[in-house]
């Protein structure tokens, strides 16, 4: 099968031809998603983990289809979900998240044949909005399609990870049959690698969210500029007989080779040689996706970052001069030096499997793109001008931490996005992901540490920040400390064992309660949200900009321990999750604090219908709301007050008494709070304190 490579144009043809594109886009994404699991002998087997620090591979079968929904569920483009259940269970990953929890006991996996059934109507469902959706061209950020494109180039992704996934499970649960083609290249001889000149050249990114040519996630967009020097690139990626002769020399017995993160890596993995190499006596063999074959050293060397690093530091001592791993900036050189979107490569699996480091050309210089990744020295940062997606914005905010480095080429496997000169994808450094590397001889600086606070560049965050942690404005106290504080009445005649704060935001108020409670959960939709809350706990502080006039902004910085918060911080735990269709694990509270949250929900009476079950017999359900309704949020249909029914005028409150109907409203209190926007724009608010007991 030809697959298509690229990803979509978004600018060419009419209306209609895009909608049959984006279909047949979508139809061959999600059939070769499913196809891969083929590659099990039996169904049962995808219940199998095959990476201790990710889930069971049912949960990558079912996250795909679940990711659409979840996606225009949050984009307003559709108000019902399929399936609550499978939408909490497979909705959140482990791979990248500080937050994240493995612990298996806590799911309930459903079958192969139910979660196939809910893939078959999610496939229905979107090729439905296809056909009917209204857009226009060019699709950008703010069209509805753009939310289409999303759920495809992120099952382009997950269709790469899980192949690194089945890779890594072990042979006896996969069909060697050859379902998909493997090209039969290989060699126990490999090329002699050597150091070819790059002409220095400036680097140019600009992407506009306005009118891109290509989907794009958050990371590519909107500018970026460097000037590079003249440097020298190995010709060839790094083989495996170029990197045998690492092992042979004991490599991974030299911690000293590796980084500080590096050794700590080894010592946990105990490895000796590349984790898809396999030794049975003295000769080595190469696990493959499904199959393992002698050894091939003409086929790159596919590693985690440590390992490339550690190998490009024994290099420098063979060589007698420093190699290392090119920047994001010298890959982006490499590129434009070689015309690298004119040659053809190994990519967009034109077959199943690497290809010898000799064989797709670009004029001095082979396999600039494609066959495997290619690590850089670069962690993942962001371009001037950084915005996350409001429907996926923890797609890139969480690899800002200086633990992700960026990758680049693409792979044998990769499709869509993935191809682009401009995709930016990032991995620990710890996980294999097809990819291998080369290594530079250069003078260029370059970027070894992400330097600036993520949260000093984001508007909102910083703003949040400051309302949570900053100071008092116009003798309005605290909002979140003020809204405990007057619970404190309340709370002290219930079990104080645990609480829950959901729409926790940057996490003051989840603290707070913490003195209080022996154990409280933190859960908030936004990723970026929440990692504030995991940075406060983790580290002694955190800094953001808040802003004072047009583009210029006052640096602050922020501590628990300024807050005297920091000695119950063990009782605090954060959580992503979605408060509509939030996890069956989450039940059990003496409080459910919700703060400034039901109208900004896309479906509040799923979330009046369900969070009460989770409160405990005399426990309390804390409201706090403005009751600032608006479509953009929450679709009219769906409001719970704000509008004229019957000539009555409906009321939240009203509302809240009917539908809370096993619950005794205990009080209302306002609560007053300011968002400042800037040194002379100030939010002044009163949100409504709603205090109800469990019957």
Known sequence: ????????????????????????????????????????????????QANRLRHPLIFYYGHTATFFINKLLAANIIQDRVNKDFE???????????????????????????????????????????????????INWESPMWVILMGIEHENIH??????????????????????????????????????K??????????????????????????????????????????????????????????ELFTNEGKE????????????????DDEYFLREINREIPLPLNYPVDVNAYEAQAFCKYKSIKLGYEVRLPSEDEYYALYSYTNADKKESNIGLKQFNQSPVDKYKFDEFYDVVGNVWQWSITPMYPFDDFQAHSIYDDFTKPTFDDKHSLMKGGSFISLGNETLKEARYAFRRNFFQHAGFRYVKSNNEYRTKLNDNVYETDDSIAQYCEFHYGEENFGVKNFCVNAVELLKPYIKDIENKKALDLGC?????????????????????????????????KYESLSFNVKKEGEIFEEKSVSLKDFNLDKIKDKVTFMQGDACNLKDIYNGYDLIFCSNLIDRLYYPQKFLDDVPNRVNDDGLLVLLSPYTWLEEYTPKENWLGGYIKDNKEISTLDTLKEKLDGFELLDTIDVPFVIKETNRKYQHTISQMSIWKKK
């Open 1 to 48: 099968m030809n697959y298509i490579k690229n990803t979509i144009n978004l600018n060419t043809g009419t209306v209609e031809q895009k909608r049959e594109e984006i279909k047949n886009y979508f139809i061959q994404t999600y059939d070769l998603d499913e196809k891969l699991f083929d590659l099990l002998s039996d169904k049962k087997h995808i219940f199998e």
């Open 505 to 537: 935001s940057v996490g003051r108020s989840t603290y707070e309660l913490a003195n209080h409670f022996d154990d409280v959960v933190g859960i908030d939709f936004s990723a970026n949200f929440i990692n504030v809350g995991v940075k406060l706990k």
């Open 265 to 280: 890596w080894l010592d946990y993995a105990q490895a000796n040689h590349p984790t898809f190499w396999i030794k049975k």
């Open 159 to 196: 269709i790469e990870t899980s192949s690194v996934l089945l890779r890594e499970l072990d042979i006896k649960f996969m069909n060697q049959n050859e379902i998909f083609t493997y090209s039969n290249e290989e060699s126990l001889s490999y090329p002699k690698n050597e150091l070819v």
């Open 88 to 138: 909490s269970i497979f909705a959140i990953g482990v791979d990248e998240m500080s937050w994240d929890d493995l612990e298996e006991s806590n799911y309930n996996w459903p079958s192969f044949e139910q979660t196939k059934a809910y893939r078959d109507t999610v496939k229905q469902i979107v090729l439905d909005l296809i056909d009917t959706m209204e857009f226009e061209l060019p």
């Open 198 to 255: 790059v002409k220095g050249s400036e680097v140019l990114l600009e992407k506009s969210r306005e009118n891109p040519i290509y989907y794009g996630w958050d990371n590519e967009f909107s500018f970026h500029k460097a000037k590079i020097n003249d440097f020298e690139a190995s010709k060839y990626l790094v083989s495996n007989g170029e990197f045998l002769e690492f092992v042979k020399e004991g490599g991974y017995n030299k911690p």
